[in-house]
């Protein structure tokens, strides 16, 4: 199975500051990444999709970068709603992995 | 609009199986492929199984022998059933949704609860 590492494991940013949210893959999955927003008690909402596309009515302030193995996701200035946890996740082999999650909360 | 929404027992006892169902709005199974994803509560997802809108199936070999996933187009539903459950199954369930060539869950449903104890 290929295996998706994030880093940071958490953060902590303040309003208005822009973070980034690493995923390393064990192999490479030629750009069929996604990453993920979940807040507590509710399901992940799509963020990004093919390493760098935006999906539809997600904020412009989110964006992600990467190929081969190495992926991140950037939130540029930082607001309360952003706060949460994320996740990558290929979909490039199965089955399907995620990363472990980056808990994002708001200094 | 687009909705999905698992339903199913809330508490299941070691070496039970467990059914959930994931009834869909909104779009058509045929068109779309339907996935279950289950998160231990706390802890990253795990893919567990697809529905293909063609109506084939694929399964993450973590569940192989013990997972089985069918659907009722009639009805708008996808089924999981498990057996063999252990404390380990405890956690929350989801169905989501992928659309044919497209390797991203666009939509998901709430998630159902499922607790293995006796």
């Known amino acids: 199975d290929i295996q998706m590492t994030q880093s940071p494991h958490s953060l902590s940013a303040s309003l208005g500051e822009t973070v980034s949210i690493e995923c390393l893959a064990s192999?490479?999955?030629?750009?069929?990444l996604a990453w993920y927003q979940q807040k507590p008690g509710k399901s992940p909402q799509l963020l990004i999709y093919?390493?760098?596309s935006l999906q539809d009515g997600v904020p412009s302030r989110f964006s992600g970068s990467g190929s081969g193995t190495q992926y991140s996701l950037k939130i540029s200035n930082m607001q309360p709603e952003d706060e949460g946890v994320y996740y990558c996740?290929?979909?490039?082999?199965?089955?399907?992995?995620f990363g472990g999650g980056t808990k994002l909360e708001l200094k | 609009q687009v909705q999905l929404k698992e339903s199913g027992p809330g508490l299941v006892q070691p070496s039970q199986t467990l059914s959930l169902t994931c009834t869909v709005s909104?779009?058509?199974?045929?068109?779309?492929?339907v996935h279950w994803v289950r998160q231990h509560s706390g802890k990253s997802l795990e893919w567990m199984g697809r529905?293909?809108?063609?109506?084939?199936?694929s399964y993450n070999s973590a569940f192989t022998s013990r997972l089985s996933i069918s659907r009722d187009t009639s009805k708008s539903q996808v089924f999981l059933k498990m057996n063999s459950l252990q404390t380990e199954d405890t956690g929350t369930y989801y169905c989501?949704?992928?659309?044919?060539?497209?390797?991203?869950?666009?939509?998901w449903g709430q998630g159902v609860m499922v607790t293995v104890s006796s």
């Open positions: 989501a949704r992928t659309y044919y060539g497209y390797n991203y869950f666009d939509y």
């Open positions: 909104g779009f058509s199974l045929t068109s779309y492929s």
């Open positions: 529905m293909w809108s063609d109506g084939d199936t």
């Open positions: 192999e490479g999955i030629s750009n069929y």
């Open positions: 093919y390493a760098s």
């Open positions: 996740q290929q979909g490039y082999k199965y089955p399907w992995t």
